[in-house]
């Protein structure tokens, strides 16, 4: 996944931004109190709905006491992005609301999310951002969690979410001396090339199992000529 845009609309102190790294990386300096973790709320609110360390999203402004403020305004956030599993241009979109009693007293949220301009209920809106991001959400929304994982599990995140696209002739290009690992691995992956292995090694450890019996038949046969 890779990001074109991303655009704020009322998060937090921040009443309009737009960001357009066009799918480069990006390094977003300041000095405290301007707006560098907004950002990244805001990313992650877009994608999961929640702050960047996967509590939940207070996205509001704040009066000086530090208190949320209810107003009605929408908060929202849109990111335009390419998935490399749809590999297409996607644009998704999370909206937050205020709702209010017939008194006008404050009575929570109400979120709503888009898919290419497409309203699409939040639980669909979560497994489609889930497909696009390789299965990395808890890392991209905290990325604290990464420590957490088995090494195994690290592992694999690792090659998913960098290495998902990178072929076999790629990695070979870039290492002659792995040519004998090419020829041996031929059109299999490696996962297949690695099973057909360990069967090899499992048929010959039989016949090793086997062979002190063949000996000792061989000799007894031996000693009678």
């Not at 006008?104 to 696009?132: H, L, M, R």
């Not at 969690?145 to 694999?156: I, N, S, T, V």
């Not at 041996?184 to 039989?206: F, M, R, T, Y």
Request: proline share 3%; charged share 30%; hydrophobic share 35%.
């Amino acid at each position: 996944m890779k990001i074109f845009s991303i655009k704020l609309e009322n998060i937090q102190g921040t009443e309009d931004l737009y960001i357009e790294p066009q799918c480069r990386n990006v390094e977003i300096r300041g000095q405290n109190g301007t707006g560098k973790t907004t950002i990244f709320n805001a990313f992650t609110f877009c994608l999961f709905g929640t702050m960047w360390d996967g509590t939940a999203a207070k996205i509001h402004r704040r009066d000086e006491g530090g208190n949320e403020i209810f107003d009605g305004t929408v908060h929202a956030v849109e990111m335009e992005l390419y998935s490399e599993n749809e590999n297409r241009e996607i644009k998704i979109r999370r909206e937050l609301k205020d709702k209010f009693d017939k008194k006008g007293n404050f009575a929570g949220n109400v979120t709503e999310c888009f898919v290419d301009g497409v309203a699409t209920k939040p639980t669909d809106f979560n497994k489609f951002v889930e497909s696009i991001t390789n299965g990395a959400s808890a890392i991209l929304s905290n990325p604290f969690k990464f420590f957490e994982l088995k090494w195994q599990d690290a592992r694999k995140t690792l090659f998913d979410v960098f290495c998902a696209n990178v072929t076999n002739k790629q990695v070979f290009a870039r290492k002659s001396e792995l040519e004998p690992l090419e020829n041996l691995l031929g059109d299999l992956p490696a996962e297949s090339l690695i099973a057909k292995l360990k069967n090899e090694v499992k048929s010959e450890e039989l016949k090793l199992k086997d062979l002190p019996g063949q000996i000792k038949a061989y000799m007894e046969i031996r000693s009678c000529w």
